[in-house]
């Protein structure tokens, strides 16, 4: 087996053990904080907000730092870090005593963590071009299947061995990523581009500032990039506007029932399950016809089915709504991630996938509060039409400014590097 395709397959197990790690208690987040002494649901789903958001807006802090260090020094290193503070603080989050200790341990997590960007960056360094959709495809349906199993194990794992007990249980599960990646992946190393004779003659404070410029600036200025950029942080941003609400939205419509995590759980795992089974098919199929065409009837398709799941009745219909939703969210992240890294030069994808995660963050961070806010001024149902009509701005954005080329995606050339 090729070097590339061992790594793809070492990082795909490694993503899906991570992924049912870190859903697996979100669930239930929400009643851990009731459990913890939260008076009302209204102000669970405040703390919720900022359980999210503040984790989210780490993170979109330290990405940039990150994925400029993985440039540097490696994007191997920088998933072993992710990982292993994952499994530190999701430890300590299971201490936890009080939802100011909650939030703050959660806090430092998105500071460290950001294994999906990190997994992501390597996997489109090592894989060659003409793979690129197919095998973030792969990686792509490996964090689905995650996604879809945690919250189900995690579910019924919090009712039967209480909700403080599953985040020792996902601790578990990231530090057996952590050892894999440490065993098993290796990194090619890449030799420097050589100086240009007038850049070796610039001052040091001179060449600091280009180094900088290049890294940061300069490797996202091409509208491709930039819009991608924005696409994929609309993406996030709507995702996270129903976090703090979904689980109290199910418990608004069945009640306080004895199996109210294991239900919770199910209902957060379809989308990812459906998400995974068109996750492959959608990057394979896009790399033949465009990944533009994908990514613009996967978003709008979205935005449509969040309508009708503002006016179940019942559990059961927002589990076949969400089932639909995911098969279109499967071919979003692919496709948009593939269409960036082809619009960056492989020296810089560290950098640029580090501004892309922090941006991405930073619509995790907004979304929750919206989402809270929404809910508690316009009803926990009015978020699902804000998440819908967010994924048609976004519809709109790719299809007018992300460029294509007799059916293939034209990426700009990237700013050449001047060390």
């Given amino acids: 087996m090729s070097h590339w395709k061992r790594n793809l397959a070492v990082l795909c197990f490694v993503q899906l053990v991570t992924m049912i790690g870190f859903s697996g208690f979100h669930p239930f987040v929400a009643y851990y904080l009731l459990e913890m002494g939260v008076p009302t649901p209204a102000e669970a789903a405040t703390w919720m907000a900022i359980f999210n958001s503040g984790a989210a807006a780490s993170m979109m802090i330290a990405s940039p730092i990150w994925g400029t260090l993985a440039d540097k020094h490696g994007r191997r290193m920088m998933l072993i870090r992710a990982t292993a503070a994952g499994c530190l603080f999701t430890f300590l989050m299971g201490l936890a005593r009080s939802p100011e200790m ?16 990190a997994a992501i960056t390597l996997v489109a360094t090592e894989t060659p071009e003409e793979y690129l959709g197919r095998s973030l495809g792969l990686m792509q349906t490996a964090q689905f299947v995650g996604q879809s199993i945690g919250p189900l194990i995690g579910g019924i794992a919090a009712d039967a061995l209480g909700y403080r007990n599953v985040f020792f249980v996902s601790s578990t599960l990231l530090l057996t990523s952590t050892i894999t990646t440490l065993l098993f992946v290796r990194e090619t190393k890449r030799a420097k581009p ?9 001052s040091t404070q ?11 600036l300069k490797a996202i200025a091409n509208r491709n990039t930039m819009f991608l950029v924005l696409t994929l942080a609309g993406n996030s941003f709507a995702i ?5 609400i979904l689980s109290l939205y199910i418990k608004e419509l069945i009640g306080d029932v004895p ?5 919770a759980g199910t209902v957060m795992s379809v989308a990812a399950f459906s998400s995974s089974l068109s996750a492959v098919a959608l990057g394979r199929w896009a790399d033949k016809i465009g990944q533009k065409k994908i990514l613009v009837a996967c978003v709008i398709g979205v935005a449509v089915v969040h309508v009708p799941q503002s006016m179940v009745t019942h559990p059961n219909q927002l589990i076949v709504l969400r089932s639909l939703q995911g098969l279109f969210m499967g071919g979003i992240m692919p496709t948009a991630n593939a269409l960036l890294a082809r619009a960056t030069d492989i020296s810089r994808r560290g950098a640029v996938f580090g501004f892309s995660n922090s ?19 316009l009803g926990m149902s009015s978020a699902f039409l804000v998440t819908g009509g967010i994924f048609g701005v976004m519809s709109l954005l790719v299809g007018l400014f992300v460029q294509v080329d007799d059916g293939k995606e034209r990426v700009e050339e990237p700013v050449p590097a001047t060390t």
């Fill in 194 to 202: 050589a100086a240009k004779p007038e850049a070796k003659a610039a």
């Fill in 359 to 377: 941006a991405q963050a930073g619509g995790r961070a907004l979304g929750p509060a919206m989402g809270a806010a929404v809910a508690n001024t």
């Fill in 259 to 263: 199996n109210l995590a294991t239900i």
């Fill in 102 to 117: 909650l939030i703050g341990f959660r806090v430092v997590q998105g500071l460290f963590s950001g294994t999906v960007v």
């Fill in 206 to 216: 001179e060449k600091g500032q280009r180094r900088f410029s290049v890294r940061g």
């Fill in 240 to 244: 996270a506007v129903l976090s703090p």
